[in-house]
């Protein structure tokens, strides 16, 4: 599903316009991004959390050289679905 999907599907169970959903839909991810590269943690209850989490460093190998190559560490994106969502996705699999 791609944004211009969820705008879309949006629009059509609100009755708002399409660019109307777009405006939020697009202002709702600039204050997730926001706030993430604050270092903020996004808790959408009964959705989950978006966080920033320190990977710390390690040796990567080139798989076709075998050579270790040495990764710094870093901050990463991470996305932890609530119980609810998880539990919506596994009952819809079944």
């Not at 059509?12 to 903020?40: F, I």
């Not at 920033?52 to 050579?67: C, I, K, L, W, Y």
């Amino acid at each position: 599903m791609t944004k211009a999907d969820i705008v879309s599907r949006v629009a059509a169970e609100t009755g708002m316009t399409k660019t109307d959903v777009a405006t939020v839909v697009e202002g709702v991810l600039s204050a997730l991004s926001d706030a993430m590269v604050r270092g903020d943690r996004v808790e959408i209850r009964g959705f989950g959390v978006f966080k920033v989490v320190d990977r710390a460093p390690r040796v990567a190998r080139n798989p076709r050289t075998g050579e270790a190559i040495p990764l710094p560490a870093r901050k990463s994106p991470v996305f932890v679905p609530s119980r609810l969502l998880k539990r919506k996705v596994e009952e819809s699999l079944k």
